[in-house]
């Protein structure tokens, strides 16, 4: 009896270790690990900032600070004491969006109001924010699409400058009277303006336009200069004699000469020197004594840090580790101000997204308090850092921290990690015996809601709705090959989530602009092809396949089906499946199934089959309790059986000695998970797939990218897929070619939503007809509720582990 007591310690320690890898949460020597695998060491001291904090503006007299909040939940408006490093009031706002200005007396503050195409006026009263006046640019969305971005007013408060990115236009504004004066078309989508300090020229950075435009306000003639990729904030000296300009996609920053509208040199801000995007370069400002200027990297997590005393021959002296995607800098006398947009940690969330049922039992909470705080999209609340300038010291010891938490480098660039012998490569070039990769991108599922129910996995069974009963073929593709319970998606939701999965990268656009959409203020769902200002500077997967030769085609992804149907990607004309459909929750995913079988085998026929190849089979996004539609089990079920005879077909063929199949979801915000709000079930199979394995180390899409570029030969397409662990350690060089039987499902595939209650009558207004374009709050709820029951009783809160390194003021870094 001690012995198999003493196993079973045993057993349960091994467990415990195993799950006790690396995951998203605080590590030692205070770093703390994202789900994407780099690190956070953020240094000063902070204050909590709402959702998405996207721009910061310092009073003339810098004794306040103006933060706009912009994410998915809450927007608002905050107002700081900077000096004294306290907030001095807060008001919520209806639609914002980036754009405020002080004016030059201080006595009124200018605010976007986002899709609601107007600007706010509030006047400022002891420190105090009053009712905002409003100046209508038009009607609001979707009536009219304008939504102002940047916003500058003239010393005089005489006229105030907005630019806009959705009618991509500049408006000249009398401030007094609330009227438009003039507008002034724009060659593209426009972030940024700023005023020279003799009010004769307004600078725009043209976000979608890669130019800066040089607007004359006395002649009112506009003129461009050409900058690098996605210009966004814009910066002036004190003489106005220098420009500084943000690219995002190029790592860069410009600096550019008024006198002659001349660059005279671009800074790269990349912690390596390097080609590939993933800096995000975004933000900026100057040391009082204008020598030293310091630029946010997004999605590096730190400021560059450069000596500008000589322009043309600026040096670079470190960097400073801040928090998780800094979007905005300001400097106050010798103090740093950085905005951090997702603040400073990932995290679980097993209170959501779902409903949380009263304690009187008279329905369910949807205010605050409640699975509502849990969901992705608006999770990760901003921050704002407080860090005094360093002295070389210092700097070489932040710089030093900042080369800690990046995992890229040029060398794991060049070779990734791997073993000799695997099927995996470790170099670009490198053979390998798998020559065709099927890719299927399934559509918002975490780890718990699936594969919760697995003992060999770190599970919670509490939070799993669609177990092996109703998913077989996970399970089985989970048991027969490799079981990974230790993955995370890079992306928040689906927006950025189809980015990066097929480019492991969302540029600054797209990971600033959904959230308006999702927190239904307006804008529309450009994230798949179908606006460019969303593309990465280099292309997609397919972009890269095409320019090395290596044959590809996409079944539904990147692809809209009907009227106005076909692939906006010049890339993918003549190289998709017509029958594919794109999103559609009418389509059965057995049906888009039937559709790849037929176009397969007529390719093998002609031993045409493309060595990549994308599929879209998304049905486990559900249409919530819609009456009339499939139950969101049957729309769960019809998925999993879907991908088994996806398996099966392609595993009976004479090409499955030489391919592998990855299996993924866009994101994980349609549920809850008790790990990270980003941990998702991911599957590999395949001859060279191992089988019977469990698997705890930790990947991310980017990962999967990395495995299936180094597979077909293609080079990394962003920093975060050249840093990412490629899935060697799911391979073996010895194939196993016994091809996989697909699991009968096994509750009802054609069961509809029958039932008049809430959920039905919520359901009915949800837009099915593109990816998320249903408000993901509502539908997750619905969904939880069809399956446990319309008065199901939640499981008790769980609390994580992992903690908020939100420092306080005086605290130690």
């Not at 500049?170 to 507008?183: C, F, M, Q, W």
């Not at 798949?528 to 996409?554: F, L, M, N, Q």
């Not at 692939?567 to 794109?582: E, N, V």
């Not at 049905?619 to 999993?640: E, F, I, L, M």
Request: charged share 20%.
């Amino acid at each position: 009896m001690k012995q198999k007591l003493f196993l079973s310690i045993l057993v349960f320690a091994l467990t415990a270790a195993a799950f006790a890898q690396n995951k998203p949460g605080k590590l030692l020597n205070g770093q703390l690990l994202l789900p994407n695998g780099w690190k956070l060491s953020p240094a000063g001291r902070s204050l909590p900032l709402g959702d998405l904090p996207l721009n910061m503006q310092l009073s003339p007299s810098g004794k306040l600070l103006a933060i706009t909040n912009n994410g998915q939940s809450t927007q608002s408006l905050q107002l700081i004491d900077p000096r004294n490093e306290k907030q001095l009031d807060q008001r919520e706002l209806k639609k914002s969006w980036y754009g405020i200005a002080f004016s030059s007396d201080e006595k009124k503050l200018y605010a976007s109001g986002g899709n609601d195409n107007c600007i706010l006026t509030f006047h400022i009263n002891n420190n105090k924010l009053g009712m905002p006046d409003t100046i209508k640019l038009g009607a609001p969305w979707p009536a009219t699409k304008i939504c102002p971005t940047g916003i500058a007013v003239n010393k005089a408060n005489t006229r105030l400058y907005t630019v806009t990115k959705e009618d991509s236009a500049l408006y000249v504004i009398d401030p007094a009277a609330g009227s438009v004066i003039n507008k002034i078309k724009l060659p593209a989508e426009a972030y940024s303006c700023i005023l020279s300090p003799d009010g004769k020229t307004l600078y725009i950075s043209l976000w979608g336009g890669d130019k800066v435009a040089f607007y004359n306000t006395i002649s009112q003639k506009l003129s461009f200069l050409n900058t690098g990729s996605h210009p966004n904030e814009l910066l002036l000296n004190k003489k106005g004699t220098l420009l500084f300009v943000a690219n995002a996609n190029d790592n860069s920053v410009s600096v550019i000469s008024t006198a002659n509208h001349h660059v005279l040199e671009t800074v790269a801000t990349s912690l390596y020197p390097t080609h590939l995007t993933g800096s995000t370069t975004n933000g900026f400002a100057l040391s009082a004594n204008e020598k030293t200027i310091y630029i946010a990297n997004a999605d590096n997590n730190c400021l560059a840090v450069f000596d500008v005393s000589n322009p043309g021959n600026s040096k670079s002296l470190g960097f400073v580790p801040v928090g998780w995607y800094p979007t905005n800098v300001k400097v106050l006398n010798k103090k740093i101000l950085v905005s951090n947009g997702k603040g400073f940690t990932s995290m679980a969330n097993p209170q959501g997204p779902q409903p949380v049922k009263k304690a009187d039992n008279s329905g369910y909470q949807t205010g605050a308090k409640n699975t509502r705080d849990q969901y992705i999209g608006g999770l990760f609340k901003g921050t704002l850092s407080f860090i005094d300038a360093p002295n070389e010291t210092q700097l070489k010891a932040y710089t030093k921290q900042v080369y800690a938490n990046t995992p890229f480098n040029n060398k794991i660039a060049a070779k990734a990690n791997g073993e000799t012998g695997n099927p995996i490569p470790r170099r670009k070039g490198e053979k390998s015996p798998i020559k065709h990769v099927f890719y299927i991108i399934k559509e918002n599922r975490t780890y718990d809601q699936v594969m919760g129910d697995v003992t060999a996995g770190n599970g919670d069974t509490s939070l799993c709705i669609f177990g092996r009963q109703v998913t077989p073929n996970h399970h089985a593709i989970a048991n027969d090959f490799v079981l990974m319970d230790n993955f995370y998606v890079d992306a928040e939701v689906s927006a950025d989530g189809h980015n990066w999965s097929t480019a492991a990268y969302a540029t600054d656009y797209t990971e600033k602009t959904w959230p308006t959409s999702y927190g239904g203020r307006g804008g529309t769902y450009d994230y798949e092809g179908t606006r460019k200002i969303a593309y990465p500077r280099d292309g997609y997967i397919w972009d890269y396949c095409k320019r090395a030769g290596v044959s590809y085609r996409t079944y539904g992804e990147f692809v809209k089906d009907g009227e106005h149907g076909g692939a906006s990607l010049k890339s993918l004309q003549g190289h998709y499946c017509k029958q594919s459909p794109g999103f559609d929750m009418d389509v059965k995913d057995v049906t888009r199934v039937a559709i790849w079988k037929h176009d397969f085998d007529s390719l093998f026929t002609v031993n045409a089959v493309p060595q990549f190849n994308s599929i879209r089979i998304s049905n486990d996004h559900t249409s919530g309790q819609k009456k009339g539609a499939y139950t969101p089990v049957a729309c769960v079920a019809d998925n999993d059986l879907a991908i088994g005879q996806f398996l099966e077909h392609l595993s009976k063929s004479s090409i499955w000695k030489e391919s592998v199949v990855f299996i993924l979801e866009d994101d994980a915000q349609n549920g809850p998970d008790h790990v990270d709000a980003h941990r998702s079930p991911v599957f590999v199979a395949g001859p060279y797939v191992k089988r019977n394995a469990i698997n705890h180390n930790m990947y991310s899409t980017s990962g999967v990218l990395r495995t299936i570029e180094l597979i077909l030969g293609l080079p990394s397409m962003s920093q975060y897929d050249a840093a990412a662990v490629p899935l060697f350690d799911c391979f073996t060089a010895t194939p196993n070619l016994q091809p996989y039987i697909a699991k009968p499902a096994e509750v009802d595939l054609e069961k509809r939503n029958v039932a008049t209650n809430k959920s039905s009558v919520r359901s009915e207004a949800f837009n099915l007809k593109e990816a998320d374009a249903a408000p993901d709050l509502d539908l997750n709820e619905v969904v939880w509720k069809s399956v446990r029951g319309e008065d199901a009783i939640m499981p008790a809160p769980k609390r994580s582990a992992f903690v908020i390194l939100e420092k306080k003021k005086h605290d130690d870094d």
